[in-house]
T-cell receptor
Framework: KAGVTQTPRYLIKTRGQQVTLSCSPISGHRSVSWYQQTPGQGLQFLFEYFSETQRNKGNFPGRFSGRQFSNSRSEMNVSTLELGDSALYLC???????????????FGPGTRLTVL | KQEVTQIPAALSVPEGENLVLNCSFTDSAIYNLQWFRQDPGKGLTSLLL?????REQTSGRLNASLDKSSGRSTLYIAASQPGDSATYLCAVGDTGRRALTFGSGTRLQVQP
């Protein structure tokens, strides 16, 4: 079974631009979560989607948004980029009840975003 | 607000040693606890998942324990190998938010 895939793997943007990151979960998984990883703050939860609905949101500004499609693929968008948005963005999928209710999270390789 | 602490922050051991990584959390109302491994610049690899009703899980040379009442988990690595060198992250899943709260990790180096 293929793992979680994220595209692109690397991105370089300038301040003020916007960016869209994509995540394809493990086949059959309906929950997709996004995390930001920085050296200073570590791993922080951004939001979680299940069946095209955002179920939870972390403490990030409204510039960070996401969506999920009917095939469970998810996109994350960051508008008006700031230098501090430079980070590794990780996507995780879980099977929920399909996974025996364990909610085990499986992570993709991440997208490295650099804002200049 | 859940807080997760991992001790030590870094650890260097010679090959073959058995070692213990520690994780503590402040809110015992957890759904599960997951241990991950992260290699530099890479994503996270799930090592072990412990449900809140379980006390321990084992996979190969790895054993993770959970004591919810005291807010502690340990990851035991037997007979360490240079390939075990990585950062190990502990993450707690809470009952409501379906989000993981991560510790800052333990950076492990196993010397050949």
């Amino acid at each position: 079974k293929a793992g979680v895939t994220q595209t692109p793997r690397y991105l370089i943007k300038t301040r003020g631009q916007q960016v869209t990151l994509s995540c394809s979960p493990i086949s059959g998984h309906r929950s997709v979560s996004w995390y930001q990883q920085t050296p200073g703050q570590g791993l922080q939860f951004l939001f979680e989607y299940f069946s095209e609905t955002q179920r939870n949101k972390g403490n990030f500004p409204g510039r960070f948004s996401g969506r999920q499609f009917s095939n469970s693929r998810s996109e994350m968008n960051v508008s008006t980029l700031e230098l501090g948005d430079s980070a590794l963005y990780l996507c995780a999928s879980s099977g929920g009840l399909a996974g025996g209710g364990k909610n085990e999270q499986f992570f993709g390789p991440g997208t490295r975003l650099t804002v200049l | 607000k859940q807080e997760v602490t991992q001790i030590p922050a870094a650890l260097s051991v010679p090959e073959g040693e058995n070692l213990v990584l520690n994780c503590s959390f402040t809110d015992s109302a957890i759904y599960n606890l997951q241990w991950f491994r992260q290699d530099p610049g890479k994503g996270l690899t799930s090592l072990l998942l412990i449900q809140s009703s379980q006390r321990e899980q084992t996979s190969g040379r790895l054993n993770a324990s959970l004591d919810k009442s005291s807010g502690r988990s340990t990851l035991y690595i037997a007979a360490s190998q240079p390939g075990d060198s990585a950062t190990y992250l502990c993450a707690v899943g809470d009952t409501g938010r379906r989000a993981l709260t991560f510790g800052s990790g333990t950076r492990l180096q196993v010397q050949p």
